[in-house]
């Protein structure tokens, strides 16, 4: 049986009485009644959010206040929290200029970008019979508003909250407690590409490569360029030894315009592997564009540099990778390369 219970969808946006009083409080002083509802809303989370850490973890909208972090999706589940406490609509719209990419091992995460709509009546017009809306954005990256994606329904929104916890708790090996909250995505949500593909990661790991198999060929049946799925299930495939059915999934995700930096770094890695260190570069560059925050990739333009002899920019791309590790074994791996051309010199 799965160790962790998951918590029930309407428990995700719950508050405490002194938290609903603190914003309601604020909400209905008169200094704010000639504003409409939803800018209200919208400054008052401003305003509470403003000295938040983001931090890469999904929470209940009681727990994201008291800790004062959360993710975008954290952000998104507290605006609806207060949103149902007035006459506020809320809906939620995917943001694709922001994706969050990362290896771990032999999985790729991806983490998507969200934003929430808060919408309140503006207007009435009797003769049309029309309603006009104020409307206000809540996101915690306003510029990511240049690319927007499509608005999803509150049911595969709130699937989405337990599909990231059960990709954190992947992430932290607790697969029993993993499986408990993708099968309550799925739930809710049966068309949740990113929980089929968690689930197909899941079953691998116990080495279920059937079950993992028909899951990632379901899902391709559906979405034939879903690319977390193809790459996740090249990995498998790899892993199998099954080389042939890998490279020809690895011809058709070559053919495909690629926004997963990840599959240009793994060209990278193979073009440098045969020596073709110009190419390397060139999906690097590729790689860049699309994920700037990449450690890896400043890691492996180190290693170009360091086999033409550049030992300068060797050293720049070390610490800028240095920068951007995203754990503490990275930065010390980054630390202890630059010490080593440091002491080549």
Not at 34 to 48: N, T
Not at 71 to 88: E, F, G, K, M, Q
Not at 163 to 177: F, G, I, S, T, W
Request: glycine fraction near 2%; proline fraction near 4%.
């Amino acid at each position: 049986m799965p160790s962790t219970t998951p918590p029930k969808p309407m428990e995700l946006f719950l508050l405490t009485e002194a938290q609903q009083a603190e914003f309601l409080t604020l909400y209905h002083a008169e200094a704010q009644q000639h504003r409409a509802p939803d800018k209200r809303l919208s400054s008052f989370i401003e305003q509470r959010y403003a000295n938040f850490n983001y931090y890469g973890k999904t929470l209940k909208a009681t727990d994201s206040l008291q800790g004062e972090t959360g993710n975008c999706l954290s952000l998104a589940i507290l605006t609806t929290a207060y949103a149902r406490l007035i006459d506020v609509d809320v809906d939620y719209q995917l943001v694709y200029s922001v994706p969050v990419y990362e290896l771990i091992d032999d999985t790729l995460y991806v983490s998507s970008h969200i934003r929430s709509r808060v919408s309140s009546p503006l207007e009435h017009n009797r003769e049309t019979n029309q309603i006009s809306y104020s409307r206000s954005f809540i996101d915690y990256f306003p510029s990511a508003r240049r690319q927007r994606g499509q608005y999803i329904s509150e049911q595969h929104f709130i699937s989405m909250f337990y599909q990231n916890v059960a990709a954190e708790l992947l992430k932290q090996n607790d697969d029993e407690a993993a499986f408990s909250y993708l099968m309550k995505a799925l739930q809710i949500a049966p068309d949740n590409v990113a929980a089929l593909n968690a689930l197909a990661v899941l079953h691998r790991r116990k080495q279920d490569f059937l079950t993992a198999e028909k899951l990632y060929r379901f899902i391709l049946d559906y979405y034939p360029v879903n690319l977390n799925a193809m790459i996740n299930f090249r990995e498998m495939l790899t892993l199998q030894g099954r080389h042939k059915e890998a490279y020809a999934l690895n011809e058709t995700i070559s053919q495909i315009n690629d926004p997963n930096p990840y599959e240009w770094i793994f060209l990278a890695d193979e073009a440098i592997q045969h020596g073709q260190l110009a190419r390397a570069e060139r999906y690097l560059e590729r790689a860049q564009h699309l994920a700037p925050y990449l450690d890896e990739i400043y890691f492996r333009y180190a290693h170009i540099d360091y086999q033409r002899g550049r030992t300068t920019s060797a050293e720049q791309h070390l610490f800028t990778a240095h920068q951007f590790a995203r754990s503490v074994d990275r930065r010390q791996l980054y630390k202890a390369k630059l010490g080593a051309l440091h002491a080549a010199e």
